[in-house]
DNA sequence: TATTGTTATACTCTATAACTATA
DNA sequence: TATAGTTATAGAGTATAACAATA
């Protein structure tokens, strides 16, 4: 199943190449994906890479990453969550999540409460801090979005949301 | 822009709940998720957390992940090809690049051989095993790809990919 | 001077296992 | 006994910087 492949080595490109028969090519334009074009991964990861790094440099200023984000933001719209929902509910290891919000409380973004129905649970809520800072971090967020909107179209945007819906 | 959140908090949900005022929720299937409904990011993020964990689980026995298939991938379609090239065709890092072929090169399924035209350089090759392997991890990675279509389509999956495909 | 491959370091992320205090 | 939060560890993955050999 090798694929008919889309090496298209159109052999003499503009560029330099390796011209006296030694065996090393190098012109990167040139090079196939063979198999790697049909799979959905690739291209996915490929665009996470993409749309990763223009988050994480659209708040760069209010050093938030994504991750970070997510948390905030469910934090916010579910006051009272414990740290296994929050955990839950983004896919995120519950172990992980502990000095995620280490780092959020001691920004004074987030406050971990002492559960009274359960005393080994915390109950999460923004400080009055994190909820303007999240109102703030949404408006870049907001900004990011935009930014993937010129990349990939307005429309093609709206459809890959749609594609996707079933894993959020 | 706190926009109006889909946090549908149907009050008596059938499972259980933090009954006595004390503010804890716990509800998993309860937890909107506010503005990373509306992130591409978000759902890319979890669909590519998705389509790995298979991608790793249906090639498991043959011990080759992604980002191993996707450099012997491309070694195979374009032979003699530099680690500087590999890399940057694929985005990944060449420092990192140096221990994916030292692993792949202890099992057999990749050789460097010094350029004569380069001596800095190595081409990159296949060995008859590592060719005959690949093969065999294609018809996996196949396998890989129909359980994506089953997961969101054969449509969705083509529109994806033609979606997505400026940024292979 | 610049580039290739390499080594090293650090930080993020994922995946576990084990511990404690509760339930 | 099971669960919530914590701590610790190990392996990927990402991002750098620096070095030797070579261009």
Partial sequence: MTASVARTDTSTSPRKRAGNGAALREDV??????????????????????????????????DIRP??????????????????????????????????????????L???IKSKTDRRSHALHLTAQGD???????????????????KIGKANREQLLQILACFT
Same sequence: chains 1, 2.
């Fill in 29 to 62: 334009d040139d090079i196939g994906l063979d198999a790697l074009v049909g799979h959905a991964g690739y291209a996915v990861r490929r665009f996470q890479l993409w749309i990763f790094q223009d988050f994480i440099k659209t708040l760069g200023d209010v």
């Fill in 132 to 150: 303007t800072a999240l109102a703030k971090f949404k408006r870049l967020a907001a900004a990011h979005e935009r930014h993937v909107e010129e």
């Fill in 67 to 108: 991750t970070q984000y997510s948390v905030l933001t469910v934090i916010g719209a579910n006051p009272g969550l414990s740290q296994m929902a929050v955990a839950k509910r983004l896919g995120i290891e519950r172990a992980r999540l502990v000095h995620l919000l280490d780092s959020l409380e001691q920004r004074r």
């Fill in 110 to 112: 987030v406050k971990r």
